[in-house]
T-cell receptor, first 117, second 115 residues
Framework: KAGVTQTPRYLIKTRGQQVTLSCSPI?????VSWYQQTPGQGLQFLFE???????NKGNFPGRFSGRQFSNSRSEMNVSTLELGDSALYLC????????????????FGEGSRLTVL | TQLLEQSPQFLSIQEGENLTVYCNSS?????LQWYRQEPGEGPVLLVT?????EVKKLKRLTFQFGDARKDSSLHITAAQTGDTGLYLC???????????????FGQGTRLTINP
């Protein structure tokens, strides 16, 4: 089955701009999680969406937001970009359902590498 | 805030040698996963351990979850160049919503296997 698709793969923005990243999960998966990966902090959880609702949230400022559509595709937005927002943004999908065949495995996309100048 | 500390952060060894990577925390996790990430790609799950004291083997890789579910280790026997990559441990905090994914990741161990 097709994997997790993230677009764009690379982008360059300047401070103060905003950016929107997109993620298409594996078909049938209803949970989409977003992580920020930097050399200094590693992978940090941003938020998780399940059935169009934010189900979990990490400790990031309100400039970071997201949403999920009825087809489970998700977008995340970062407003008023700062230099420190430069990172690889990873999207991960999973079934999001309790028990049953849910192994808890996250299927990651290749990421969107954001550079803020 | 729950943290996972991995050690070592960097490891470079010769092909054929054995190695162990550690993942430690002062907090309890309901489960722990190990991922491997290669350049330009997202992390890929290697294993999930759930029960304290659990040991899982995946070919030359052996994973162990500590009895108290606060730590884990990854042991590779007879390392091969194909084992090169970034190894990440990730824990699920207790009390997480069933089915929800809010993992705490370690900083990672960058492993290089030299021919």
């Amino acid at each position: 089955k097709a994997g997790v698709t993230q677009t764009p793969r690379y982008l360059i923005k300047t401070r103060g701009q905003q950016v929107t990243l997109s993620c298409s999960p594996i078909s049938g998966h209803r949970s989409v999680s977003w992580y920020q990966q930097t050399p200094g902090q590693g992978l940090q959880f941003l938020f998780e969406y399940f059935s169009e609702t934010q189900r979990n949230k990490g400790n990031f400022p309100g400039r970071f937001s997201g949403r999920q559509f009825s087809n489970s595709r998700s977008e995340m937005n970062v407003s008023t970009l700062e230099l420190g927002d430069s990172a690889l943004y990873l999207c991960a999908s999973s079934s999001g359902l309790a028990g049953g065949t849910n192994t808890g495995e996250l299927f990651f996309g290749e990421g969107s590498r954001l550079t803020v100048l | 805030t729950q943290l996972l500390e991995q050690s070592p952060q960097f490891l470079s060894i010769q092909e054929g040698e054995n190695l162990t990577v550690y993942c430690n925390s002062s907090s309890v996790f309901s489960s722990l996963q190990w991922y491997r990430q290669e350049p330009g790609e997202g992390p890929v799950l290697l294993v999930t351990v759930v029960t304290g004291g659990e040991v899982k083997k995946l070919k030359r890789l052996t994973f162990q979850f500590g009895d108290a579910r606060k730590d884990s280790s990854l042991h590779i026997t007879a390392a091969q160049t194909g084992d090169t990559g970034l190894y990440l441990c990730a824990g699920a905090p207790p009390g997480s919503i069933q089915g929800a994914q809010k993992l705490v990741f370690g900083q990672g161990t960058r492993l290089t296997i030299n021919p």
